[in-house]
């Protein structure tokens, strides 16, 4: 055999599929793995939605100016240190409760008190335009937003096959959009909706629900 034909010999082994399935991804090897990472970043996209998104709408419409959004803006900076957060995570936890685990549940019950908490207090505070406080919370809000999405995702490397990993990344981007899509457009299309003169969904309701919601995914 010349050296030609041995070249596109080797050429056509190497482009052949391989029979072996053992490496293909599967969901269902991982399922109930994909619905936990599913709802964890669900109500990340939750909580994004609605003080990234339609918080500022609810105060503008409550005469805020771009002064007070520019302060309520601040709420977003601890995202800007996640690079930080990420080493003190991976060298500092419990053996016993797990490397994860030792920030991601403490910090989704944090996550969920900040947000029940908060349903009493925000009709009251975005009437008065107390934009600092809301600020403070915001920021509260998204330093635990930061530590779980260092604990999340690193958490995604050893609680799916590594096959799996693509659809871990899939459950991210696809919870977190439907999750901002709920808080965000969808809430404040209906959150003008009234019936008998009454509004049915306010802001309050939202922060209560992704608050029980946290704990309930902390305590499973």
């Given at each position: 055999?010349?050296?030609?034909?041995?070249?596109?010999?080797?050429?056509k082994v190497?482009?052949?599929?391989?029979?072996?399935?053992?490496?293909e991804t599967s969901w269902k090897d991982?399922?109930?793995?994909?619905?936990i990472l599913?709802?964890?970043y669900f109500t990340q996209g939750l909580a994004f939605g609605f003080w990234d998104g339609a918080l500022s709408l609810f105060l503008i419409s409550r005469g805020a100016t771009f002064s007070d959004l520019g302060v309520l803006s601040y709420q977003v900076y601890p995202f800007s240190f996640k690079y930080l957060f990420a080493p003190i995570l991976?060298?500092?936890?419990?053996?016993?409760?797990?490397?994860?685990?030792?920030?991601?549940i403490p910090f989704q019950y944090l996550f969920g008190i900040i947000h029940i908490i908060m349903s009493f207090q925000l009709e009251s505070l975005l009437d008065s335009k107390s934009v600092f406080t809301l600020m403070i919370a915001g920021f509260a809000t998204h330093f635990c937003l930061a530590i779980?999405?260092?604990?999340?995702?690193?958490?995604?490397v050893t609680l799916l096959k590594e096959k799996n990993f693509s659809l871990g990344a899939t459950a991210k981007h696809t919870a977190h959009l439907v999750g901002v899509f709920f808080s965000y457009n969808i809430f404040v299309l209906c959150s003008h909706w009234t019936i008998n003169g009454?509004?049915?969904l306010r802001p309050r309701n939202l922060q209560l629900?992704?608050?029980?919601?946290?704990?309930?995914?902390?305590?499973?």
């Open positions: 055999m010349s050296t030609l034909e041995s070249y596109f010999e080797t050429e190497e482009m052949e599929p391989s029979s072996n399935s053992a490496n991982d399922k109930a793995n994909l619905v599913f709802w964890l991976d060298s500092f936890y419990s053996t016993s409760f797990g490397k994860r685990k030792s920030y991601l779980q999405g260092v604990a999340v995702d690193g958490w995604v009454k509004q049915v629900f992704i608050g029980c919601l946290s704990i309930f995914i902390g305590i499973i």
